[in-house]
């Protein structure tokens, strides 16, 4: 079984774009409990910088969670110890996940 359970993916280093859950140990349902839970700052108004306001995103539903597939990738420049990344479903390595994308919350 994988060491994988959830956890906040970017585009860019430092980023959190989306929220991804192994598919194997999580419904969807699970998927937005628990989304809701670990990115609750990300669904209510908040201050940042210089005092502007970052507006809430709307709170993801299950049609909201999408279908994927994510492996680990050894170390590159950007990440030497390696990271998770998605994948193609038959990519080596590749296993099933849940992602809620935070772009399609707006």
């Known amino acids: 079984m994988s060491k994988f359970d959830f956890m906040t993916f970017g585009y860019d280093a430092g980023d959190e774009d989306m929220f991804v859950t192994h598919a194997s140990k999580y419904t969807a349902e699970e998927t937005v409990v628990l989304c809701k839970r670990e990115c609750a700052y ?27 597939y994510c492996a680990f990738r050894f170390g590159n420049p950007e990440w030497p110890d390696g990271c998770y990344a998605l994948v193609g479903p038959t990519e080596r390595g590749a296993f099933p996940v849940r992602v809620i994308d935070f772009g399609r919350l707006v």
């Open 42 to 68: 990300k669904f209510r108004d908040r201050t940042i910088f210089h005092n502007r306001i970052l507006k809430a995103l709307r709170e993801p539903t299950v049609s909201d969670v999408q279908d994927m």
